[in-house]
């Protein structure tokens, strides 16, 4: 009964290649997020999809595309890995009500390594 | 624009001794405040909330994080830790971009036995 689920937990890698990262949510929650986590454990925001729009983009290069199927799922496509991208991914979800933004529930993370 | 910072990169305890983590934000608007924690190689798990009325909130595990409006702060606090406490705990703040999380860069608690 997981409520936000990520495959794969690992991924290892080359540079120059294409990965995808896929994210669930059983909540009923009408938000996704991806949030970059580097190895200093700084944690980023990097989209949000509501409904399946994209409703924040931050500062991310475009070989990073995520895509939304419909609410429950947000995938998280990269073109080209470099060195750098190399870091745990984590989902999220949360429900926007009317008074905004309920609390993020969070994914157990992917930890990617590109050598 | 919004900033989250955690005054400690390191802290180190030994069980019974009391916790501050501190964490003071950068945003003069309205502000939901949260405090999540990291256990080793698992995910963020919500500690507490803050969204709005009494600035005194109690979290899960014996947690509790005070909102001082005038000092843009919000500090954990538990006032005995236990070895099982030994996590990365986050502080973030949600301001006018509704949803976008700006995190803290983490303290890390080490308690010993």
């Known amino acids: 009964d997981t409520a936000v689920s990520q495959t794969p937990k690992y991924l290892v890698t080359q540079m120059g290649n294409d990965k995808s990262i896929k994210c669930e949510q059983n909540l009923g929650h009408d938000t996704m997020y991806w949030y970059k986590q580097d190895s200093k454990k700084f944690l980023k925001i990097m989209f949000s999809?509501?409904?399946?729009?994209?409703?924040i983009n931050e500062t991310v290069p475009n070989r990073f595309s995520p895509k939304s199927p419909d609410k429950a799922h947000l995938n998280l496509h990269i073109n080209s890995l470099e060195l750098g991208d190399s870091a745990v991914y984590f989902c999220a979800s949360s429900l926007l009500v009317s008074g905004g933004f309920e609390t993020q529930y969070f994914g157990p993370g992917t930890r990617l390594l590109v050598l | 624009a919004q900033s989250v910072s955690q005054h400690n990169h390191h802290v180190i305890l030994s069980e019974a001794a009391s916790l501050e983590l501190g964490c003071n934000y950068s945003y003069g608007g309205t502000v939901n405040l949260f405090w999540y924690v990291q256990y080793p190689g698992q995910h963020l798990q919500l500690l507490l909330k803050?969204?709005?009325?009494?600035?005194l909130v109690k979290g899960i595990k014996g947690f509790e994080a005070e909102f001082i409006k005038s000092k843009f702060s919000f500090n954990l606090r538990k006032p005995s830790v236990q070895w099982s406490d030994t996590a990365e705990y986050f502080c973030a703040v949600e301001g006018n971009q509704g949803g976008k999380l700006i995190f803290g860069q983490g303290t890390e608690l080490s308690v010993k036995p």
């Open positions: 999809y509501n409904n399946k729009e994209l409703i």
């Open positions: 803050y969204f709005s009325g009494d600035p």
